[in-house]
């Protein structure tokens, strides 16, 4: 019997749905994105329960899904992802000594937090080993299970985002050798990964999201927000130069907002390979992959591939993902914006694989 599983990612600027089934081979063959006002959620905390909840039934709705089973992801800053280098033990030593070991890398108390980890590898010759931490804050859980709950969903896992991004790209699965980027754009901030042999290495929110790039094109045109996210998206040039249009034409005004919110990006992702690349002696990064809904900007990639010097690519869903000719060319298309709910989606018809 084939396998469903049911991703449900609930953004700061919307909730997206995808439904997942099969068994060696997968099919996407529900999805549906609604917006959320801004404000409804808090550095990845639900502040405005009845509209998210208002928006979940809404997806849930348009994309024709009935299972309650679902899988969630949380992100923010209340979300902690850290490596660290522990003396070598076994995995029951390791079980009893994280809780501890976490307080010197988590900026809260270790009982306001619930905490997970793997062991990555160990050194016999060094006796240490790499263990992956990861712990969000209860806050941010228990609001997202309030949510789930007042919808009559059953959360089957709670994922956070940089590790369902990495499988809705296919990344967890293939594996590359090299040092991968991801950088999914949210509305209000964007989440870089940085990964290695499926490992995730390095993981950053960084302050600049979809959000800001709205505000800086109002502020250049004078228009309202709807108006302005209107013309980001069917106006907007990643390589828009300023002299190809006239100083008082909408292209211009368009262009000089989102020049301005991508520059800052640009040297935000600059800052992030450096201190990677530190860290990891010298090591290149080989490529980016964007994801979210502003990665559709005309041009983003290439932007981003002059300013970092790296190859970029607009992500593209897993390999071993089909879908419905009837739906193919809008998920084809859109694939972008429904990257974290596919990747948790995927957790369920592919766990017993990893």
């Given at each position: 019997?084939?396998?469903v ?7 700061t ?16 063959n ?13 550095a ?17 709705r ?12 949380i992100?923010?800053q ?11 033990m ?47 804050h ?29 499988r809705?790209?296919g ?9 991968v ?20 290495y ?18 250049y ?14 106006i907007g040039d ?15 005004q ?21 201190y ?8 290149n ?28 690519d607009?992500?593209?869903?897993d ?15 859109q ?17 017993s694989?990893?």
């Amino acid at each position: 019997m084939a396998k469903v599983g049911v991703g449900l990612d609930i953004g700061t600027g919307g909730v997206k749905a995808v439904r997942v089934s099969g068994d060696k081979t997968f099919q996407v063959n529900r999805f549906a994105a609604v917006s959320l006002d801004e404000g409804a959620l808090d550095a990845g905390v639900v502040a405005d329960r009845k509209a998210v909840v208002t928006a979940v039934r809404e997806v849930l709705r348009a994309s024709r899904i009935k299972q309650k089973r679902v899988v969630v992801a949380i992100a923010g800053q209340a979300v902690v992802v850290r490596h660290l280098k522990m003396p070598l033990m076994d995995d029951e030593e390791v079980a009893n000594a994280i809780r501890w070991e976490a307080e010197r890398y988590i900026p809260y108390p270790v009982d306001e937090v619930t905490l997970d980890f793997e062991i990555i590898g160990r050194d016999q010759d060094e006796s240490e080993m790499e263990v992956l931490l990861v712990c969000a804050h209860n806050d941010i859980i228990h609001s997202h299970l309030d949510v789930l709950w007042e919808t009559g969903l059953q959360p089957v896992a709670i994922d956070i985002q940089p590790f369902a991004m990495m499988r809705g790209l296919g990344i967890e699965y293939s594996r590359p050798a090299e040092s991968v980027a991801m950088l999914d754009i949210g509305a209000g901030s964007s989440d870089l990964v940085i990964a290695k042999a499926g490992t995730p290495y390095f993981t950053r929110i960084l302050p600049v999201g979809g959000n800001r790039l709205t505000e800086l094109v109002a502020k250049y045109t004078g228009l309202e927000r709807d108006g302005a996210e209107t013309a980001k998206e069917t106006i907007g040039d990643a390589l828009g130069e300023p002299g190809q249009f006239s100083p008082e034409s909408r292209e211009y005004q368009v262009n000089m907002g989102i020049r301005e919110g991508l520059k800052d990006l640009a040297l935000e992702l600059r800052r992030s390979f450096d201190y990677y690349q530190l860290q990891h002696k010298e090591e290149n990064i080989s490529r980016l992959i964007l994801s979210g809904g502003s990665a559709l900007i005309r041009n983003f990639p290439a932007f981003l591939a002059k300013e970092l010097e790296t190859k970029v690519d607009l992500g593209v869903f897993d390999e071993r993902l089909r879908c419905p000719q009837a739906l193919f060319e809008r998920f084809q298309e859109q694939s972008p914006v429904y990257t974290v709910a596919l990747g948790l989606a995927m957790r369920e018809v592919t766990e017993s694989e990893d």
